[in-house]
T-cell receptor, first 114, second 114 residues
Framework: NAGVTQTPKFRVLKTGQSMTLLCAQD?????MYWYRQDPGMGLRLIHY???????AKGEVPDGYNVSRLKKQNFLLGLESAAPSQTSVYFC?????????????FGDGTRLSIL | KQEVTQIPAALSVPEGENLVLNCSFT??????LQWFRQDPGKGLTSLLL?????REQTSGRLNASLDKSSGRSTLYIAASQPGDSATYLC?????????????FGGGTRLMVKP
């Protein structure tokens, strides 16, 4: 039972390069999220998805794009990486449901932009 | 805009002590509040989720309380152990919040000394 899996776990990029972070969940969750975590700060929501084929902006969406072509996968793209995007990125998923459902997190992707 | 604050930012206690971690939020119109644990280099593990209609939740040595009207939650850890050393994060889900989105506090880094 893998839960939420993020790939890669670590990556170093040069300014201006592009890359895609992959998140996969095997719990049949409807909702998926991408967060970033910076030192001394909590997690901030980048983008989220409430179902296959749908995405929406979170608190800090600029510089990122996302896609949810399959229910189990949620991709986060950086088109032109900037040093300000150096961070730890977390993916999460949860069930649809009244009353709110706990979010389940992956182990994170540590990204450095030089 | 909802703001979530956790005090203290760091806490060091000897093994065996009972301790309380604090979380405050500015907008009391929340759906639920969730406490997470984060180990170094790892993702977040959900500990307890309290619905807005509840006053507390318990799991083993952990007890979380919620006072929605005053915008506060506490996480009580009984008989602390070195294995409890981690960062503890609280997060709130807002009412009328599509997508089950969470707003996180900055976390409390706990060290339990043997």
């Amino acid at each position: 039972n893998a839960g939420v899996t993020q790939t890669p776990k670590f990556r170093v990029l040069k300014t201006g390069q592009s890359m895609t972070l992959l998140c996969a969940q095997d719990m049949n969750h409807e909702y998926m999220y991408w967060y970033r975590q910076d030192p001394g700060m909590g997690l901030r929501l980048i983008h989220y998805s409430v179902g296959e084929g749908t995405t929406a902006k979170g608190e800090v969406p600029d510089g990122y794009n996302v896609s949810r072509l399959k229910k189990q996968n949620f991709l986060l793209g950086l088109e032109s990486a900037a040093p300000s995007q150096t961070s730890v990125y977390f993916c999460a998923s949860s069930y649809l449901g009244q009353g709110g459902q706990p979010q389940h997190f992956g182990d994170g992707t540590r990204l450095s932009i030089l | 805009k909802q703001e979530v604050t956790q005090i203290p930012a760091a806490l060091s206690v000897p093994e065996g002590e009972n301790l309380v971690l604090n979380c405050s939020f500015t907008d009391s119109a929340i759906y639920n509040l969730q406490w997470f644990r984060q180990d170094p280099g790892k993702g977040l593990t959900s500990l307890l989720l309290i619905q807005s209609s509840q006053r507390e939740q318990t799991s083993g040595r952990l007890n979380a309380s919620l006072d929605k009207s005053s915008g506060r939650s506490t996480l009580y850890i009984a008989a602390s152990q070195p294995g409890d050393s981690a960062t503890y994060l609280c997060a709130v889900r807002q009412r009328n919040n599509a997508g089950n989105m969470l707003t996180f506090g900055g976390g409390t880094r706990l060290m339990v000394k043997p």
